[in-house]
């Protein structure tokens, strides 16, 4: 049986570099991205603690302090855009220079030292794009998204492709701490009434929280910390409900440089997490959801995901990214687009169905087969894992990236060794052997192609009935040998058949 074509991954929608300049209530950022792309990757990324919202709730106006410090990291930005030959800078403002009295004043000073338009956004409008953030960066979501600021935070209701109406809350860490005149108890008391009128969170019960936001990352970090968490990789983290609770009312009680692995914060952030974890905890307590997971696609992500077209935001990130690095690092980019086939074959001849997630991810793995070639052969294994765990995949939560880390080191490795514990413990039972029997697999294409193209569509590998068969045409009868056999074997012993080369022609 032959599978249906792959559809073509369209990597690239524009070549030069786009900028975002993101003027938030507590920090002015730039993030430059390689180009317009349904799985944009970061070239340069710097923020500014600036405060810019210090004193807004209580004043009425933008810190001078900060207001100073803002103009300086624009005049920066301006100039790396220019060193980096940007195509097109799109500037963002948001809660502080949306309230203050002086935000006017200020916006005609921002927009002198950035030389490029600023758009105040919307309470409404900032909700929408962190909620497009959230639909670019995790699959088919389904919960609430919080985008916790300096000056505000944004709820928005998400399921797959459908946005609700958002809302714009003033429970911003820093406008919190300003208005319970840094007083985390009475913290508590100003969000928990402006929460218990949301409307939003009375859909959240049994969904998921999706927390976008510097605070609530620097809170999942601590998290990892407490845990020894195997994985280094932020979005995606998920928490459940209980533990995220846990966490948010301790940081509340404590003086946080008391806390296990406190130094992975940075110090500028740490005097806000006490008001990060209150609102958290508010959240959990009306809403009720299932989980907590961290999105690190939010407001600039969701902007880039929306001036792609319809065909672009429909690609898979996943397979947008991995494709990309099949390209610029594999010896032979067609060798794992052919893999990616060869594998669909096999896997429609398994008793075993596949599910959709689980295609992605092995059509993943096998984009993702070959980018470690020029690494010392020793170092292969080592090198895939560190390429896996440390790449800027979006679209994929931690288990499919234990997967994806799982499938190349039994590859590499083999398919008997022990495999760090602490990723099989992310896997379920199903997906660790789906990515043991992926790694076979691997393992047997390999030898049989030298990781060239052009050779696998003249193969195939089936199970038929108790046997694993790999079909080779007459003129490759010569590469059967030992090793060949050998691999084919331990594929088979894996999943309960007897090996099987046949010669056709």
């Known amino acids: 049986m032959q599978p249906p074509p792959r559809p073509p991954i369209l990597a690239t929608v524009s070549e030069r570099p786009v900028a975002i300049v993101d003027i938030g209530s507590n920090s002015v950022r730039l993030v430059v991205y390689e180009h317009l792309s349904r799985s944009p990757r970061t070239i340069f990324n710097e923020k500014s603690m600036c405060g810019l919202g210090n004193g807004v709730i209580t004043t009425g106006k933008l810190s001078k ?246 065909k672009s935001r429909h690609l898979d990130p996943l397979l947008v990214a991995a494709e990309e690095f099949n390209t610029l690092l594999s010896r032979s980019p067609r060798h794992a687009e052919e893999l990616c086939d060869w594998t669909d074959v096999f896997a429609q001849s398994m008793p075993m169905d596949e599910n959709d997630t689980e295609q992605r991810l092995r059509q993943a793995a096998c984009l993702l087969s070959d980018v470690n070639w020029r690494a010392h052969p020793d170092y292969r294994g080592e090198e895939s894992l560190n390429l896996v765990v440390n790449g800027s995949f979006i679209g994929i939560d931690h288990p499919g990236r234990a997967f994806l880390i799982l499938t190349a080191s039994y590859r590499y490795l083999g398919l008997e060794e022990d495999v760090n514990p602490h990723l099989r413990g992310l896997v379920s039972s199903r997906l660790l052997d789906k990515a043991r029997t992926l790694a076979g697999v691997m393992r047997v294409a390999t030898v049989i192609t030298g990781s ?37 074997k331990q594929l088979s012993r894996l999943i309960g058949r007897e090996p099987q080369i046949e010669i056709k022609g």
């Not at 492709?161 to 840094?182: C, E, F, V």
């Not at 569509?457 to 030992?482: A, F, H, I, N, Q």
Request: hydrophobic letters at 45%.
């Open 65 to 310: 302090s900060g207001v100073e410090k803002a103009l300086m990291a624009l005049r920066r930005f301006r100039v790396l855009c220019g060193i980096m030959e940007v195509g097109e800078i799109h500037v963002l403002a948001t809660a502080a220079a949306r309230d203050a009295s002086n935000g006017a004043e200020f916006l005609a000073a921002a927009t002198e030292a950035i030389a490029a338009p600023i758009t105040l956004l919307s309470g409404s409008r900032e909700a929408e794009l962190s909620a497009q953030g959230v639909l670019s960066g995790i699959s088919k979501p389904d919960g609430i998204v919080g985008d916790l600021g300096g000056g505000s935070l944004e709820l928005v209701d998400v399921k797959h492709h459908d946005i609700g109406r958002g809302a714009t809350l003033p429970l911003g860490g820093l406008a919190l701490m300003d208005a319970s005149n840094q007083n985390p108890r009475e913290a508590v008391k100003i969000a928990r009434a402006h929460l218990a009128k949301c409307k939003i969170l009375d859909h959240l019960e049994g969904r998921t929280f999706y927390a976008v936001g510097g605070t609530w990352r620097a809170l999942a970090k601590l998290h990892m910390g407490q845990h020894n968490y195997p994985l280094n990789i932020m979005h995606g983290y998920t928490i459940s409900a209980r533990d995220a609770s846990d966490l948010a009312s301790l940081v509340e009680k404590v003086n946080t440089d008391t806390l296990v692995s406190i130094e992975s914060v940075n110090a500028a952030r740490r005097p806000l997490l006490a008001y990060g974890a209150v609102v958290l905890d508010e959240i959990i307590r009306k809403g009720n959801p299932k989980k907590v997971m961290i999105s690190t696609t939010g407001v600039r992500e969701g902007l880039i995901y929306e001036k792609l077209d319809g």
């Open 452 to 488: 060239m193209g052009g050779i696998l569509p003249r193969t195939s590998l089936t199970c038929v009935k108790s046997k694993v068969v790999l079909s080779l045409p007459g003129d490759l009868v010569d590469l059967v040998s030992e090793r060949l056999q050998n691999r084919l």
